[in-house]
């Protein structure tokens, strides 16, 4: 039994209970994001000049002239930035500890209750970065180059890109983790903040999970598809 | 009935154990499965073997001493879709010729003492740490001199049918205490005479179960489907909502 000179208070904002509610508000807020990344990029159905104005609208002047020209984006980047390193801190603290607490292994287990997505949260959350990694130089550093050439716009690099089968598959199978995640993600962020109140609660929240994984899932893979299949061009 | 039967030996002290393989004949379909246990204990008193140390008090399934891992599954269920205590669990429950796994709980709170047995008294100093509520004693009050609700007070009646045997730590993948600390809370919060100490009750029974060494909870559901109480999930839930709520209160600063 540990001993502790910290008030109880302290232990509590301490606890793992409060470190998931931060893990659990920041993976909404991710969440929030993937929604609003999901809608930008349904304009490229609206032809090149739609989505190049969009896309240039994002880091020119929102909110201009209450904040510089050009500065929301790196705002939003910082903030989105650290919304993913404390939900990855919090989740490794957390895995640490349930590690330690897990103790020796049975013999036999008997899964009841859990599924697929939500036993493969933590590593499954490893993958995840390491793709988002791949994903940020291929769109947003512009260092790994599919198919363009330096200076195309972003309507030119996202049609050039997905008109390759591989690079959709690998997509494909990425959202596939991602919204794998956000399933048990968004009803266990759901249930940490205390909004489960009921059987028939967890049901509803455990259906808003499906239905938010699905979304984001159709959302985002119909754009590439439709370039693939020269839809868009 | 004829059992093969693995039970996992671990000697008082020592760090490791390992499953031994034990042949029982004649077992009968009603027995349940302490009484099976009982029979190969006699069986290995004859044959000068150790007998299989196991917990049990009741066997009605009300006092939440017994529990051991059958098959993978906290207090076992055959192929039962109901949770029960390993007490009330038949034999009658299993096929004839079955090869059946008993393991003890196995947690980072719950140290194996011998055999089938552990040390759960890190739940009694979870309780100390607030499970308790403050009152005169003497003679009992009238009833219904502090009214509750109905609503209330079925839940509050519902998170007390827990009885602490630590199935849901066993049967959870983070070694986890969060339904039996939310039940205490659950129940607790709900009453009238839970209110005083209501802030402070929740900020130290979290303390102690994080300093207890126990995981956090994911939301698995694990715990919840092997509680022979059906103690639901959403207590869990309700005991988040009770911290954070306290976090902005000044009891227990």
């Keep these: 039994m540990a001993t502790t000179t910290l008030s109880p208070r302290a232990r509590a904002v301490r606890s793992s209970v409060a470190m998931k509610a931060l893990m659990a508000v920041t993976g909404l807020i991710m969440i929030g994001f993937l929604l609003m990344h999901m809608y930008g990029n349904l304009k490229v159905f609206l032809g090149a000049e739609a989505f190049d104005h969009y896309a240039h609208w994002l880091k020119g002047d929102i909110l201009y002239p209450l904040i510089p020209s050009g500065w929301f984006i790196w705002i939003f980047r910082a903030f989105m930035l650290a919304a993913i390193v404390l939900h990855a801190a919090s989740a490794v603290h957390l895995w640490r500890k349930a590690n330690a607490a897990r103790g020796s292994s049975y013999v036999t287990t008997n899964r009841l209750q859990q599924s697929y997505a939500a036993r493969t949260m933590r590593w499954g959350g490893v993958i995840l970065v390491g793709f988002l990694v791949f994903h940020l130089l291929q769109f947003t550093a512009q260092v790994?180059?599919?198919?363009?050439?330096?200076?195309?716009?972003?309507?030119?690099?996202?049609?050039?890109?997905?008109?390759?089968?591989?690079?959709?598959?690998?997509?494909?199978?990425?959202?596939?983790?991602?919204?794998?995640?956000?399933?048990?993600?968004?009803?266990?962020?759901?249930?940490?903040?205390?909004?489960?109140?009921?059987?028939?609660?967890?049901?509803?929240?455990?259906?808003?999970?499906?239905?938010?994984?699905?979304l984001l899932y159709v959302g985002f893979m119909i754009a590439p598809l439709a370039v693939l299949f020269g839809v868009v061009k | 009935m004829n059992i093969t039967l693995r039970v996992w030996r671990q000697a008082h002290g020592a760090p490791k154990g390992?499953?031994?393989?034990?042949?029982?004949?004649?077992?009968?379909?009603?027995?349940?499965?302490?009484?099976?246990?009982?029979?190969?204990?006699?069986?290995?008193?004859?044959?000068?073997?150790?007998?299989?140390?196991?917990?049990?008090?009741?066997?009605?399934?009300?006092?939440?001493?017994?529990?051991?891992?059958?098959?993978?599954?906290?207090?076992?269920?055959?192929?039962?879709?109901?949770?029960?205590?390993?007490?009330?669990?038949?034999?009658?429950?299993?096929?004839?010729?079955?090869?059946?796994?008993?393991?003890?709980?196995?947690?980072?709170?719950?140290?194996?003492?011998?055999?089938?047995?552990?040390?759960?008294?890190?739940?009694?100093?979870?309780?100390?740490?607030?499970?308790?509520?403050?009152?005169?004693?003497?003679?009992?009050?009238?009833?219904?001199?502090?009214?509750?609700?109905?609503?209330?007070?079925?839940?509050?009646?519902?998170?007390?049918?827990?009885?602490?045997?630590?199935?849901?730590?066993?049967?959870?993948?983070?070694?986890?205490?969060?339904?039996?600390?939310?039940?205490?809370?659950?129940?607790?919060?709900?009453?009238?005479?839970?209110?005083?100490?209501?802030?402070?009750?929740?900020?130290?029974?979290?303390?102690?179960?994080?300093?207890?060494?126990?995981?956090?909870?994911?939301?698995?559901?694990?715990?919840?489907?092997?509680?022979?109480?059906?103690?639901?999930?959403?207590?869990i839930s309700e005991l988040n909502r009770e911290l954070m709520h306290a976090l902005f209160k000044k009891d227990a600063k």
């Design chain 1, 144 to 214: 790994i180059k599919t198919g363009w050439n330096s200076g195309a716009g972003p309507y030119e690099m996202f049609v050039v890109s997905f008109q390759q089968w591989w690079l959709v598959l690998a997509y494909a199978l990425w959202m596939v983790a991602v919204c794998m995640h956000i399933r048990h993600g968004f009803w266990s962020a759901a249930a940490t903040l205390g909004a489960n109140t009921s059987l028939a609660s967890r049901r509803v929240w455990n259906g808003l999970a499906y239905c938010v994984a699905v």
């Design chain 2, 18 to 235: 390992g499953m031994q393989t034990y042949q029982m004949q004649d077992v009968s379909p009603d027995m349940s499965f302490l009484e099976m246990l009982d029979l190969l204990n006699e069986k290995l008193t004859v044959e000068g073997i150790e007998p299989v140390a196991f917990d049990h008090d009741c066997r009605e399934g009300i006092c939440g001493m017994c529990g051991v891992v059958i098959d993978g599954s906290a207090h076992g269920r055959g192929a039962s879709p109901v949770p029960t205590t390993t007490c009330q669990l038949h034999m009658r429950s299993f096929a004839d010729g079955a090869t059946i796994d008993v393991e003890p709980w196995r947690a980072g709170g719950f140290p194996v003492i011998k055999d089938l047995v552990v040390d759960r008294t890190a739940f009694d100093r979870i309780i100390q740490a607030g499970g308790f509520i403050s009152v005169n004693t003497g003679s009992a009050p009238d009833a219904n001199a502090a009214p509750v609700s109905k609503v209330d007070s079925d839940r509050a009646f519902d998170a007390a049918t827990c009885i602490g045997c630590g199935a849901c730590v066993a049967a959870c993948p983070n070694g986890s205490a969060m339904l039996f600390t939310s039940a205490k809370i659950t129940h607790l919060a709900m009453l009238p005479q839970g209110q005083p100490e209501r802030w402070s009750r929740v900020k130290g029974m979290v303390a102690q179960h994080d300093a207890e060494g126990f995981g956090n909870c994911t939301n698995i559901g694990e715990c919840a489907a092997v509680c022979p109480k059906e103690i639901p999930l959403d207590m």
